[in-house]
């Protein structure tokens, strides 16, 4: 082979080989998100009834973290041995009576807080991923649970830690005020627990990326329970589950949507919140940080 071809070929190599990296690198770092499930599972899993369902379910959604709330009859042993199912080996909840909330992952927890004394449901303050998270189920009119768990956060956006609160609000939005006049017509309207997260700057990662997506409950399975008909309950539909970010998680935000599959109807009341973050720009995101 004389020179020539050699440099020639050296330099196709070379072109390969810098087009691939970039490729490997470009990717990594798209790639590298986390999908966040937040789903209140009525008295756990629909009374027990429909675990199969829900694990295949979350199974087929391949997320990071899942947190829930209503898991009624389900202790923190057992939540761990469901969580397998889609995939998760670290799992906790913050009571073993009443309704606990609760929260799973791919990668391990550290719980930092399990309070419930003061609050009709209670929270679950857990890191993982680098985020902490804060697992809520507010009760209508009990304005000073939310008080609690922001002055919990306070100090954490001081040091600009990563903070998530998600949950059950059992309140809506002023942004989805104009649906709830025309079309919740069966609904009051609290405005109280968004106003006062939003009032520190969280984002609701639903409304920045799926604005249309006004329902998180109710499904058919209350028929006839708790509405006569789909007309009637039609006319009760709003949006009260949320995922609220801090502003710098929200501006890698990837998605944020709420599933109103039919195959999860009969699982439970309300439909998941399903949300992405990019976690490739903040190294202390990852799955193996010291927690």
């Known amino acids: 082979m004389n020179q020539t071809n050699w440099q020639a070929i050296k330099f196709v190599l070379t072109v390969v080989l810098a087009f691939a990296v970039n490729t490997c690198v470009t990717g990594a770092a798209k790639g590298e998100t986390l999908k966040i499930i937040n789903w209140?599972?009525?008295?756990?899993?629909?009374?027990?009834?429909?675990?199969?369902?829900?694990?295949?379910?979350?199974?087929?959604?391949?997320?990071?973290?899942?947190?829930?709330?209503?898991?009624?009859?389900?202790?923190?042993?057992r939540l761990r041995e469901y969580a397998k199912h889609w995939g998760h080996s670290h799992a906790v909840t913050h009571k073993e009576s009443g309704f606990p909330v609760g929260l799973t992952s791919k990668a391990p927890i550290e719980v930092v807080e399990r309070q419930f004394e003061g609050f009709h449901h209670g929270f679950l303050h857990c890191k993982t991923y680098g985020i902490h998270f804060f697992v809520v189920h507010f009760w209508p009119g009990k304005s000073n649970e939310v008080d609690e768990i922001l002055n919990r956060v306070a100090p954490l956006l001081e040091r600009q830690e990563k903070v998530i609160l998600l949950g059950d609000f059992n309140g809506c939005s002023r942004k989805d005020e104009a649906f709830l006049i025309a079309s919740a017509t069966r609904r009051e309207r609290d405005y109280t627990f968004v106003d006062q997260v939003e009032a520190q700057g969280f984002v609701d990662l639903v409304h920045k990326h799926d604005p249309s997506a006004k329902i998180s409950c109710p499904s058919p399975i209350t028929i006839p329970r708790w509405s006569k008909d789909m007309e009637e309950l039609k006319q009760k539909r709003y949006r009260i589950d949320f995922v609220f970010a801090d502003r710098l998680l929200a501006e890698d935000s990837r998605?944020?949507?709420?599933?109103?599959?039919?195959?999860?109807?009969t699982i439970s009341d309300h439909y998941p919140v399903i949300v992405e973050l990019e976690i490739s720009k903040h190294p202390k995101t990852g799955a193996n940080d010291d927690l």
């Open 255 to 265: 998605s944020g949507t709420i599933s109103l599959a039919r195959e999860i109807d």
């Open 40 to 77: 209140n599972v009525l008295y756990g899993f629909n009374h027990h009834k429909s675990i199969d369902e829900a694990s295949q379910w979350l199974d087929g959604q391949r997320p990071g973290v899942v947190a829930l709330q209503e898991l009624n009859g389900i202790s923190e042993q």
